[in-house]
């Protein structure tokens, strides 16, 4: 009965129901009806996008060159599913989950991981960080650095303080946003502001880690941190001389190369404290300006980056395993995309699995076709693709062509444009047989 429930509702594009299914039923992400299909076929066939992602991101298997994966990806209503399912494995489901910014606070807040202080509401306790509630409220940040200062455990007994009303309270503070069946009203707060506010709110952690030679340059921001304001830090990493103080809870949360480094084996690179400040960890090949777009990201889930930035940026955060990071490089690398350097960002696109961004390369590569055919580092690239390609037969297609074909049969709205697009594909093709690989 449930393997029929979760067909339907895959069908229907009901998340919450799948997300029950599999999460408490223990239903099999994998299974097939009598059709031989699963459920991530009939997402992709009725156009589910956030169904789509959650399932990839939960088990579903669709590796390329297989039965399931070819079916889903000619079954795909949708280009914005297709490159989900190409960008499949891309990244592994564990970081996937990671790397959502909403989804990693509101597991800080229920799992308490690297907590600094717990209090307890009329013997309830709640494991929280005084860095989060100090960036989001005055009053905690005042409170946090007199009345309970250097205190571990804050007992709370006043009567019209209850432990559902603290809870709800908290989630507040970590997420903007309140349960289902939880009500804030009680605490009689505004409703909650804007998502930019609470990485605006976080970003002040970040501000507060930055060396203070790196500070004035950058940000006109009111520095040192505000008045009444201690963000705790519990590590320092040590950058080409510099000392960014921050907090093992966001970085060992959002990278699970940092969690490794921090929390498992690794934690023999830890130096010792100086000077009454936390352990410090020096982190190699890579400068103080580089880590500094990796704080903001880790802290705020954003940073500003420009083009030229985003080449450097880009290999730290494969490296740290930040694939969200690895996406604003590609959204600024976007940018710059002319006919004189789409080739070299769609190289850089492939080397780093930025799908998006390889597809938006090919996307521009079909509008200018006809004078890409004549330069040299395109000729190259397309002799190595049809190269990649193992074993290859005269029959067999290649990839970069596939796509260009794919982008410019797209772009044939009216009648007019099919000459347009018959004009583009037969400079692609003639360029095919003067290298002989036209198939």
Known sequence: MDTSDLFASCRKGDVGRVRYLLEQRDVEVNVRD??????????????????????LANGARCEANTFDGERCLYGALSDPIRRALRDYKQVTASCRRRDYYDDFLQRLLEQGIHSDVVFVVHGKPFRVHRCVLGARSAYFANMLDTKWKGKSVVVLRHPLINPVAFGALLQYLYTVASKPGTCVKVLTIEPPPADPRLREDMALLADCALPPELRGDLWELPFPCPDGFNSCPDI???????????????????????????????????????????????LHGISPDVFTHVLYYVYSDHTELSPEAAYDVLSVADMYLLPGL??????????????????GVWHVAKLFRLVRLEDQCTEYMAKVIEKLVEREDFVEAVKEEAAAVAARQETDSIPLVDDIRFHVASTVQTYSAIEEAQQRLRALEDLLVSIGLDC
């Open 326 to 343: 690895k996406r604003l490089c590609g959204r600024s690398l976007a940018q710059v995309l002319d006919e004189d350097t789409v080739v």
């Open 236 to 282: 320092c990493f040590r950058v080409a001389g510099c000392s960014f103080l921050c907090h093992k809870a966001f970085f060992c949360g959002r990278s699970d190369y940092f969690r490794a480094l921090l929390d498992d084996h690794f934690q023999e690179s830890e130096e010792p404290a100086t000077s009454g400040g936390p352990p410090a960890v020096t």
């Open 34 to 55: 009598k059709w031989d299909s699963t459920p991530l076929y009939y997402a992709c066939l009725c156009g589910h996008e956030e169904l789509v992602l959650y399932l």
